[in-house]
Nanobody, 121 residues
Framework: VQLQASGGGLVQAGGSLRLSCTGS????????LAWFHQTPGKEREFVAA????????SYADSVKGRFTISRDNAKNTLYLQMNSLKPEDTALYYC???????????????WGQGTLVTVSS
């Protein structure tokens, strides 16, 4: 699955980053999309999801009120606006297509490449 995440980098605690994920129209159209993150030695964890229309979103409790997921279907692009970043947000962030459900929370998922986010204290 050709999904490419970008926008990661090094930021101080309290700062912001916006991640982007681009894919082909065939991949993005009519599919819910999601963001996950993973740290060394841990399993990939759900961060946020959005349905294909962009009208319904879901968030992990740890990011509610700080992160916002959105999508621009005309550009085949998924976004994750991350505000008030914390050191514990440091991880490799992956975008994914939910090939099994309409909400983006059920899977199974098709994975794109990740982008590294590092939050310094």
């Amino acid at each position: 699955v050709q999904l490419q995440a970008s926008g990661g980098g090094l930021v101080q605690a309290g700062g912001s980053l916006r991640l982007s994920c681009t894919g082909s129209k065939r991949i993005c159209s009519n599919n819910a999309l999601a963001w996950f993150h993973q740290t060394p030695g841990k399993e990939r964890e759900f961060v946020a999801a959005v349905n294909w229309r962009g009208t319904t979103t879901s968030y992990a409790d740890s990011v509610k009120g700080r992160f916002t997921i959105s999508r621009d279907n005309a550009k085949n692009t998924l976004y994750l606006q991350m505000n008030s970043l914390k050191p514990e947000d440091t991880a490799l962030y992956y975008c994914a297509r939910d090939s099994g459900g309409s909400s983006g929370t059920t899977g199974p998922y098709d994975w794109g490449q990740g982008t590294l986010v590092t939050v310094s204290s």
